[in-house]
């Protein structure tokens, strides 16, 4: 039986517990971006341990970021992450303009983008079908390609919009059980490699200099890095929907991120101690190779399936994560009025599952990634205006959550690691 205590205030029902909304943040978190991004961070910082080095300061970077979004979130446990951050702090036009960048640039580029990777992964494991290929040209440009890709990916996001748009229960279900799935596979990797390790590889070397490890270098890779453990601020999009927001936002975010930051560490370590600098530089299915030095190469099918399926559970996220946006816009009269209804019986947004799989789409990617960069920063504005520099809090406000006692130092510290851009667009988007 649904009590008024379990309904927030939009009418969404607070049925997601504290290990839902933890999947979330895995689920968002987890893509490609461990894959596919080492080869790059050790072309840059050319030693095993510079690299697990970036890895882990990327790790705590991510960290304070969910300390600060999990402040934010248990102050204002609504639908909507930043969105409801900065009208709280600035008013309608930063969160409105925020709200548009994350219909275009926040969720629906990298959905459309996971899924294409989605479906490109599914044909190294399959065999394409032969349908037909259209494309619909503007002059000389290409602006719709119809082939086994694009329809794989788009089908992908149709399935995923249905069924969270459907019922929020029955999506953070099939959500939690891919997640799963996905660390499972991930960890039986890192197992299995390191059971085999003995024929393959050598421990660490730890032979850098001080000067190697904190140079201009690792500060390039950190903005790498950064990419792959984007979605650490998942949970409080879903504010609205979390059962005891106060102590289950800040949990589930850190906890999140804690378990993510541990398998990049686990598969950089394997990777490191599997392919040397000289092998692992500038590659870009650096996982891969590393999965056919250990297992052979018949294990480029399984491990192609792994990643198809880590794309699934990422997709099916932010599909999840993003039309909250959507909905506490068109509640304050500033999106379209459809996407702020609640299905009584369900307790999910009506039409708010469709709403990021119309817009977007996979190419200009670069500049995508140069924009998000630029907007980790905007977004964690809101934390110094509330909880940093010369604020003031309600008493309502301290009952709910005390401030760390790293404020405002954290806050600061995560917004100094957002200063550069990417210097590399061949990446795969980190989610």
């Known amino acids: ?17 504290l290990f839902s909304a933890t999947a979330v943040v895995v689920a968002n978190m987890v893509g490609t971006g461990a894959f596919t991004t080492s080869g790059f961070v050790m072309e840059q910082v050319g030693s095993p341990t510079s690299l697990l080095l970036c890895w882990f300061l990327g790790g705590l970077f991510a960290l304070s970021g969910a300390l600060c979004y999990g402040k934010l979130g248990a102050l204002f446990p609504k639908a909507g992450g930043e969105y409801v951050f900065l009208r709280e702090s600035f008013g309608a036009l930063p969160s409105f303009l925020s709200g548009w960048i994350s219909l275009i640039v926040g969720f629906s580029a990298p959905i459309a983008a996971s899924a294409i990777a989605f479906a490109g992964y599914v044909f190294q494991v399959l065999p394409q079908p032969s349908l037909p290929f259209w494309t ?5 440009v290409a602006f719709l390609q119809i082939n086994p890709v694009t329809l794989s990916a788009s089908a992908l996001i149709l399935l995923f919009s249905g069924l969270h748009a459907g019922s929020v229960r029955m999506g953070s279900n099939v959500l939690n059980a891919l997640t799963v799935l996905k660390i499972l596979l991930i960890l039986a990797l890192v197992m299995g490699g390191f059971l085999c390790i003995h024929s393959y590889g050598k421990p660490v070397s730890a032979s850098n200099s001080p000067a190697s490890l904190f140079g201009k270098e690792t500060a390039v890779s950190l903005v790498i890095v950064s990419f792959a453990y984007s979605g650490w601020n998942s949970a409080a999009y879903l504010g609205a929907e979390i059962r005891e927001p106060g102590t289950n936002i800040p949990r589930s975010l850190l906890l999140g991120t804690a378990v993510v930051m541990l398998l990049y560490l686990l598969l950089n370590l394997l990777y490191v101690m599997v392919l040397s600098p000289e092998k692992m530089s500038g590659v870009l299915e650096v996982a891969a190779e590393t999965s056919k030095a250990l297992f052979g190469p018949d294990a480029a099918r399984a491990f192609n399936a792994a990643v198809a399926l880590s794309l699934v559970s990422a997709v099916g996220a932010m599909i999840m994560t993003g039309p909250r946006v959507y909905f506490a816009m068109a509640r304050d009269g500033l999106f379209f009025r459809g996407l702020g209804t609640v299905d009584g019986r369900h307790g999910a947004s009506r039409e708010g599952g469709y709403a990021p799989g119309r817009p977007g789409g996979p190419h200009g990617l670069d500049r995508v990634l140069r924009s998000v960069a630029h907007l980790y920063r905007l977004h964690l504005v809101p934390v110094f205006h509330r909880h940093g520099i010369g604020a003031h809090e309600t008493a309502e406000d301290q009952t709910r959550c005390a401030a760390p006692l790293s404020y405002p130092g954290l806050p600061l510290g995560t917004l100094g690691l957002h200063r550069g851009e990417p210097l590399d667009c061949r990446l795969q988007f980190g989610r």
């Open 1 to 17: 039986m649904t009590t008024a205590c379990n309904i927030a205030s939009s009418g969404l029902k607070r049925q997601l517990g």
């Open 136 to 140: 619909a040209r503007f002059g000389d």
